[in-house]
């Protein structure tokens, strides 16, 4: 069964009106799903529509039978969203952002945590604040925020930009063991497949 169903999704951007999608339908399954496709067509949009950030012209979104449009908070609290750019968190630092996490998400592993970390290189960061941060190292304190959430649906977007080998390597294992449970879904925005990761399906936005 999918985790997330989208039908008849339509959105564009005003100035200058650019229509993106137009009646689009799609079911993202458990495991890894791939958006692909080139510059401007709409990888990152398609993710925010997702999340629920950006409103649609049109169209139904349902996780887990909970549609956006009726039950928005129900529908956010099942899915892990974060902006790689944001500036929100910028004065907390690793530790004091995943405590935010926690107290959003019931199902927040705090025992993960520290394997997260250290998979991803972060103990020398721990204690500097998130605008101190290099963007490959800020992009490791968000996927580690995300695996940890428990969230049914993982929403990353680049997920391996600016990471180094070793991260990249943790990431795909990360990946892999979200791949076996029939219960969660990760969404990954990119230009190409990763090499090695595990794809349960794959939506082309073409070049």
Do not use: C
């Not at 990946?175 to 497949?193: F, K, N, Q, T, W």
Request: aromatic share 8%.
């Amino acid at each position: 069964m999918p985790l997330l169903t989208i039908e008849r999704l339509s959105f564009h951007y005003p100035k200058p009106k650019v229509e993106l999608f137009d009646k689009l339908s799609m079911s993202i399954p458990p495991g890894v799903t791939l958006v692909q496709g080139g510059d401007g067509r709409g990888k990152s949009t398609l993710l925010r529509l997702m999340a629920g950030t950006l409103e649609a012209d049109a169209g139904q979104l349902r996780l887990n039978g909970v549609s956006l449009g009726e039950q928005p908070e129900a529908y956010r609290q099942q899915l892990f969203w974060m902006e790689p750019r944001s500036t929100e968190f910028d004065q907390l630092t690793p530790l004091q952002y995943f405590e935010t996490v926690r107290g959003r998400y019931p199902g927040f592993d705090a025992n993960v945590v520290g394997l997260l970390v250290e998979g991803l290189g972060l103990e020398p960061h721990r204690d500097k604040q998130l605008f101190m941060l290099s963007t490959g190292s800020k992009r490791k304190v968000w996927l580690a925020a995300a695996f940890a959430s428990g969230a049914a649906l993982l929403l990353l977007d680049e997920p391996f930009a600016a990471l180094d080998a070793p991260s990249i390597t943790f990431v795909k294992e990360l990946l892999g063991e979200v791949s076996a449970r029939p219960d969660r879904a990760v969404v990954i925005a990119d230009y190409a497949a990763p090499a090695g990761a595990p794809l349960a399906s794959v939506v082309d936005l073409g070049d």
